[in-house]
């Protein structure tokens, strides 16, 4: 694949906007620490009465305490943190398995915390509409070995070399909503000896 | 008419080809000189018989070592046939359309009958017998969609519609041009283009796609589209990159004639009764350089067309390390003349 290193963006990859609450019956939230503080611009301005329905899943970057109490205090009915975006991300879906018409779910930081929320709403069978995104923080990509389909997180560099088949990636703009993740080709398998340099990209 | 089918392979020690009365027949997908993007959909009539169009669902020599090829990469990858739960019904869809129309058009080698639910199948190029009740899964070894996509020569995507939009929900794909369906299962129409170059710059997936939301049933629609392949491989999938992609630097000017291959896909589009999803056939035709030169309209043609192909399409076709010395090698088959419109030969 004898494209260039930074490909300008395509249509399937996504686009995020400002969280902005709509009326809903119930608001779920879920952030990394870069976008904890979208949460709290959002929920600061709800009415006292409306945090019934409010319901947030953080995780935070290990060590960091004061957006976790910024976030308890907003007084939200259900407020729990995890150490990964996995557990949160599972905790979610949990949530969601009792939601009814009328939730609305509200995401916010790293495109790998993103991408993950969107596809647990979207299997939840969350319309798209419910769904809202900000993106903030760190570029990095989630991005999936098309060889071996290893899911890589947090990547920064282009071309990434996979964990698990070595093969050194391309990682291309093409994304899958349904895998929340970037697509990773070889990028030398026409000639596994050409030497390539891995530069930081996605800062 | 009885086809003899060859028995052949499409990897290893790549002995397929075709027969002297087949190339004649291949639908070579340049009606001009000159290659742009166009939607370039036409009604999926019957066309010219002996063509690739004559029928609904093409038969030709190459069928039975099409779906051992397919089976191969199957056992090996199973993620090449992905059916989303609510593609269930569209499955059965497709089964009744290929059977029926493979039935009616080539009675000698397939045969239907229909006893209410409980319909008889009949298979004599891969001899298979089944009975089975339509709709019910259990009486099948396997997804509607599997059973008869191992039996029909090409690639079977089937696109859900919803939202004004199509959605690639399922398919049986083991022969594509370097796309991913485990990649892009569940994404919509522009979503699975997305890395064309050029096209949606030039509004080629807007018009398609409000096209094919209006297809209607029981008028199917068709296209070409072609790339190139080197060594006649069925799989050039992202998936196996590793394994097809090192064939690139084989090409020499003494080989290219045997190696590489133009490689075209007879798109067509058809409206399920059930499911209202559209059942989207890719169905590949791989020749070697020396069997299209045999037609000097072809040879003549194609080096035109590769001579003046966009640098982003030769990118994108994959085609940069060998285009200069295939655009040299087709130049001798060149003579100047004027070509005649369309694309059969001479």
Not at chain 1, 19 to 32: E, M, N, R, S, T
Not at chain 2, 168 to 195: K, R, V
Request: aromatic share 10%; proline share 7%.
């Amino acid at each position: 694949m004898s494209e260039s290193l930074i490909e300008e963006s395509i249509l399937s990859r996504p686009t995020y906007g400002t969280l902005k609450i709509v009326p809903g019956l119930a608001h779920y939230f879920l952030a990394d620490a870069s976008g904890a503080e979208c949460v709290i611009r959002v929920v600061q301005e709800l009415p006292r009465d409306m945090m019934e329905k409010v319901h947030i899943l953080y995780v935070p970057t290990p060590g960091e305490a004061a957006l976790i109490t910024s976030l308890y205090a907003l007084g939200a009915k259900r407020f729990e943190h995890f150490p990964t975006i996995e557990e949160a991300v599972s905790k979610l879906g949990d949530w969601l398995s009792d939601a009814k018409m009328g939730t609305q779910l509200y995401l916010a930081g790293t495109e790998g915390l993103v991408g993950q929320g969107v596809a647990k709403g979207e299997a939840c069978g969350l319309d798209h509409t419910a769904v809202q995104c900000e993106h903030r923080g760190s570029l990095a990509r989630r991005v999936q070995c098309v060889h071996c389909k290893t899911m890589i997180e947090n990547v920064t560099t282009q071309p990434v070399k996979c964990p698990s088949c070595d093969l050194l990636l391309l990682v291309r703009d093409h994304y899958s909503r349904r895998l929340a993740a970037f697509q990773g080709v070889c990028i030398n398998a026409e000639d596994p000896s050409e030497e390539i340099e891995i530069k930081e990209v996605f800062k | 008419m009885t086809i003899q089918f060859k028995d052949e392979s499409f990897r290893g020690d790549f002995t397929y080809a075709n027969s002297p009365s087949n190339i004649p027949r291949f639908p070579f997908p340049f009606p001009e000189d000159e290659y742009m993007y166009s939607t370039n959909i036409e009604p999926h009539h019957a066309a010219r018989v002996g063509s690739p169009f004559e029928n609904a669902f093409d038969v030709d020599e190459h069928y039975v070592a099409e779906m051992k090829d397919r089976a191969l990469v199957l056992a090996d990858d199973p993620g090449r046939c992905q059916a989303l739960p609510h593609m269930e019904t569209a499955g059965w869809d497709f089964l009744e359309l290929v059977m029926v129309s493979k039935a009616r058009d080539y009675p000698d080698l397939f045969k239907l009958t229909m006893d209410g639910g409980h319909w008889h199948w009949i298979n004599k190029p891969l001899q298979i017998d089944d009975t089975f009740t339509f709709g019910d899964s259990s009486t099948l070894p396997c997804h509607p969609m599997e059973y008869i996509g191992r039996q029909v020569q090409g690639d079977h995507a089937i696109l859900d519609q919803r939202d004004g939009n199509l959605w690639m929900d399922a398919g049986i794909i083991t022969a594509q041009a370097d796309w991913s369906l485990d990649f892009d299962i569940g994404m919509n129409f522009f979503e699975w283009h997305a890395p064309v170059p050029l096209a949606h710059e030039l509004g080629v997936f807007q018009r398609a796609l409000k096209f094919l939301l209006t297809l209607p049933q029981g008028q199917p629609s068709r296209r070409l589209n072609w790339t190139l392949t080197v060594n006649p491989r069925l799989d050039t999938s992202p998936e196996n990159y590793p394994k097809w992609g090192p064939d690139k630097l084989t090409v020499t000017p003494e080989n290219i004639g045997e190696k590489v291959h133009l490689r075209v896909e007879l798109q067509t589009f058809w409206r399920l009764p059930r499911s209202n999803a559209i059942l989207f056939p890719i169905r590949t035709y791989l020749m070697a350089m020396n069997e299209v030169v045999t037609q000097p309209k072809w040879g003549r043609r194609l080096h035109r067309v590769m001579r003046d192909l966009r640098p982003e399409l030769v990118n994108y076709k994959g085609l940069s390390r060998y285009h200069p010395i295939l655009v040299e090698w087709l130049s001798q088959f060149d003579d100047g003349a004027p070509t005649s419109p369309g694309i059969f030969p001479d």
